[in-house]
């Protein structure tokens, strides 16, 4: 079983920057690739970024290049988000989730990851 904790939300002002964390249980988290999503009251679950396995690929949705970066580190079975200049629109619950394909480059819709953490949320003020 593959037990997944984010940490590192907040409220920041507008502008600010945020780092969240997700640690993962489990000897396998390196070699299956990472995402973090993201849901806003009232709107559905987006996708937000994700990283391969190795930590080699990434890839992010338009609204947060730039301003938003995803890494891991294998050795302590974590992936982070570092996001910077957040705007209000940035608030919501983050999750993280762990895709289902070993070894894959990157995912980024939501049924193809399997194991999803509670969330963390993060709260951006104008």
């Known amino acids: 079983q593959v037990q997944l904790v984010e940490s590192g939300g907040g409220l920041v002002q507008a502008g600010g920057s945020l780092r969240l964390s997700c640690a993962a249980s489990?000897?396998?988290?390196?070699?299956?690739?990472m995402g973090w999503f993201r849901q806003a009251p009232g709107k559905e679950r987006e996708f937000v970024a994700a990283?391969?396995?190795?930590?080699?690929?990434?890839y992010y949705v338009d609204f947060v290049k730039g301003r938003f970066t995803i890494s891991r580190d294998n050795a302590k079975n974590t992936v982070y988000l570092q996001m910077n200049s957040l705007k209000p629109e940035d608030t919501a619950v983050y999750y993280c989730?762990?895709?289902?394909?070993?070894?894959?480059?990157?995912?980024?819709?939501?049924?193809?990851?399997?194991?999803w953490g509670q969330g963390t949320q993060v709260t951006v003020a104008s």
């Open positions: 990283i391969s396995w190795n930590g080699y690929s990434t």
């Open positions: 489990g000897r396998t988290f390196s070699t299956y690739p």
């Open positions: 989730a762990r895709s289902r394909t070993m070894y894959g480059r990157y995912a980024v819709r939501s049924e193809e990851y399997d194991y």
